[in-house]
């Protein structure tokens, strides 16, 4: 037997879930393409009923993608399942997964609500969603710590009213491999319609095992599993996309199905993903590390000369890793710009948007001589970034820091219209050049990160910038791009100051957990 592993992706809904990793729509939209090009199976856009903002980027989603489903989230609320299914209308394929918790702790402290209600809500909430779609999906939130033999009841309840993929998450990470598969399989045996209802899993990072969890219910016959690229998530995050489908495809001998994800274009989405939310990718992470196929003992290397298997239990190519790509430069001219970010996935809205977007492309090609894609994606990012909704922007920047002076520095933004000029002096350059812009947007926020990873090597290569910002609660990532360090720091604090602003404008997802 060799059944296909659906794979459910929600980068776009859980993985935003992360402090300051929230999308645009346009950003949304651009990773829907290349999860699509990835051929995952369903990719989850969001929680229409969050904000307007999450209901249109679902629904422009919705419009876009033809080849993978369509899903949209909602709680066990009529509401909720209205708001998605509107959303969803114009999906060419469509699924609403609701949900609603029911383990004890979830029930009397976080809904007051006893079991039968549960059970009668989430009931609702399906019928209802059937008359949007054939396609539900049902979850009994933090159900690694439910009764069994509630959960049973739930089960069989929801199929009845005509769920047709029953996920069983374990939302706060506290389950064991070994203890979740078993449980994933007892269900599966002891649920009296489990015949009618695929089986899938939805495991948080918190100890570290949400890979294995999943896994260990696959094992057990679940034939979905929901992850997200680089296992981004709240807290500690979810299973990695990446890991699940090289453990299916490594491990042929242990695991009875397969996935139609095309693994070569893992590394592009996940340099993607990284680049839009800010949150680097760690060398050692598996699959899409830089590290992940480096050898640097002696024997290790000696090895893998003699035979790639020695050492290598997959090939770097096979996931995206030293694909013959087009190199650009400076004398690249527009048609092949245009050609590869069309193999990237981009199109543009307009030649006016092409022609911007060229001309950032030279400036750059000015200052490094090859161009490539990780550049290209941080280009198209920090021009789109521009071309929205930004209160400030930077003019200009000037540094002065050497032996034995303390580093000044002087900013020019301009604010909607008018041009403000701000000096300061501080520890380093960044430092200086930070104070400077926070003593003219007055955000007071609290920095809670500042990191610098180069986008490609060589010493020419582009500085990108990760700054996250916290005000009253919310968090904020901005992100900024440059081949010198201190004007790509400005940058990514003048769009975390600008997405600060905006973050007053919606409700953030995390406020709902799965």
């Not at 609702?124 to 008359?131: D, I, K, L, M, P």
């Not at 680049?275 to 024997?299: L, S, Y």
């Not at 092949?336 to 970010?341: E, G, H, K, P, S």
């Not at 000096?423 to 947007?441: M, R, W």
Request: charged share 25%; proline share 3%; with cysteine.
């Amino acid at each position: 037997m060799n059944d296909k592993l659906i794979i459910f992706d929600t980068t776009l809904r859980d993985g935003e879930q992360s402090p300051g990793a929230s999308m645009t729509q346009d950003e949304k939209i651009r990773i829907a393409k290349a999860l699509e090009r990835l051929r995952v199976d369903i990719i989850e856009a969001g929680f229409p009923a969050a904000s307007a903002g999450d209901f249109a980027a679902v629904q422009a989603v919705a419009r876009m993608i033809r080849h993978s489903t369509v899903c949209a989230l909602a709680r066990a609320l009529d509401q909720d399942v209205d708001r998605a299914g509107e959303a969803l209308k114009h999906a060419e394929r469509a699924r609403i997964h609701t949900f609603i918790a029911t383990s004890p702790i979830h029930m009397e402290r976080k809904l007051q609500m006893a079991p039968e209600q549960v059970i009668e809500y989430a009931t609702r909430a399906v019928r209802r969603a059937r008359q949007y779609t054939d396609d539900v999906e049902f979850s009994p939130e933090d159900a690694g710590r439910s009764e069994e033999d509630f959960l049973c009841r739930v089960l069989e309840a929801v199929i009845e009213a005509g769920a047709s993929t029953l996920n069983i998450p374990d939302t706060v990470g506290y389950s064991m491999p070994g203890q979740f598969g078993r449980m994933v399989g007892r269900l599966m045996e002891r649920v009296p319609n489990a015949d009618k209802a695929v089986f899938s899993v939805h495991c948080h990072n918190d100890l570290g095992l949400a890979v294995a969890n999943s896994l260990s219910a696959v094992l057990e016959g679940a034939r979905q599993v929901e992850c997200t690229i680089n296992g981004l998530g709240e807290r500690a995050g979810n299973a990695a996309l990446e890991e699940i489908v090289m453990a299916v495809k490594t491990r042929k001998d242990m695991f009875p199905c397969h996935t139609e994800i095309d693994s070569r274009e893992i590394v592009a989405c996940s340099k993607l993903v990284s680049n839009i939310t800010g949150f680097p990718v760690q060398p050692n992470k598996a699959i899409v590390g830089a590290n992940a196929f480096a050898h640097e003992a002696g024997i290790h290397q000696d090895g893998v000369l003699k035979s790639r298997e020695t050492y290598e239990i997959m090939r770097a190519e096979d996931v995206g890793w030293s694909a013959n790509r087009m190199v650009l430069g400076k004398h690249s001219g527009r048609n092949a710009f245009r050609t590869r970010l069309q193999e990237l996935g981009v199109e543009f809205a307009s030649e006016a948007e092409l022609n911007a977007v060229f001309a950032r492309f030279k400036q750059l090609a000015d200052k490094k001589h090859d161009i490539f894609d990780e550049d290209l994606q941080a280009l198209l990012t920090e021009a789109r970034v521009e071309a929205g909704d930004e209160r400030v922007r930077l003019v200009a920047l000037k540094v002065c820091s050497e032996t034995g002076e303390t580093p000044r520095a002087s900013v020019t933004l301009k604010i909607e219209y008018e041009e403000i000029t701000a000096t300061a002096q501080g520890s380093g350059a960044v430092d200086a050049s930070l104070k400077a812009i926070e003593s003219i947007v007055h955000s007071q926020s609290n920095l809670q990160l500042y990191s610098v990873n180069n986008i490609t090597s060589g010493t020419d290569s582009q500085g990108e910038v990760t700054v996250r910002l916290e005000k009253d609660g919310r968090i904020v990532n901005g992100q900024g791009a440059d081949t010198d360090i201190v004007i790509a720091s400005a940058k990514a604090y003048i769009n975390a100051v600008n997405r600060l602003h905006l973050a007053g404008l919606r409700m953030h997802p995390q406020v709902h957990n799965l």
